[in-house]
């Protein structure tokens, strides 16, 4: 049984936030040091803290193989990813975060904390600071 479509105000509210949400992530990523499709890769291995091969990556970013066969070639020249002969499967490569990708990563997302940080001090009161911080666990329930 199909749902009721939303309210009117309700989906005006959501392309309000898309938006916003939108222009913040654009104007973030002006001072990003990694594309957004490596950065992408790296949160992956990083947060599942294992290794995956070119096509799980692949399936899990929605992307064609060749498109993230080209994107860990590139990684792999710049040092950001290792690869190593799979264990049971000696055609396949997984591939596993450096040290030196794990530090990309940490940095960029420290950079990116920092520009937010800085906006917030700089442009709300106390009072919307503390609005904000409601917010944030708003927006961590509509996941």
Do not use: C, F
Request: no cysteine; proline share 5%; charged share 25%.
């Amino acid at each position: 049984m199909p749902s009721e479509a939303p309210h009117p105000d309700t989906l005006e509210l959501a392309a309000d936030l898309r938006a916003a949400l939108g222009s913040l992530v654009r104007a973030l990523r002006d001072s990003d040091d990694l594309p957004p499709n490596q950065a992408a890769v790296l949160g992956l291995l990083v947060r599942d803290e294992r290794s995956y091969t070119v096509a799980e990556l692949a399936d899990l970013r929605r992307v064609r193989h060749q498109s993230m066969a080209r994107t860990v070639a590139l990684m792999t020249e710049a040092g950001l990813v290792a690869q190593q002969p799979h264990p049971t499967d000696g055609r396949k490569q997984l591939i596993a975060v450096t040290e030196a990708g794990h530090t990309a990563l940490l940095d960029q997302r420290a950079r990116r904390e920092h520009h937010i940080a800085t906006a917030i001090e700089a442009r709300l009161s106390t009072e919307e600071r503390q609005q904000l911080r409601t917010v944030v666990g708003l927006l961590d329930r509509l996941r």
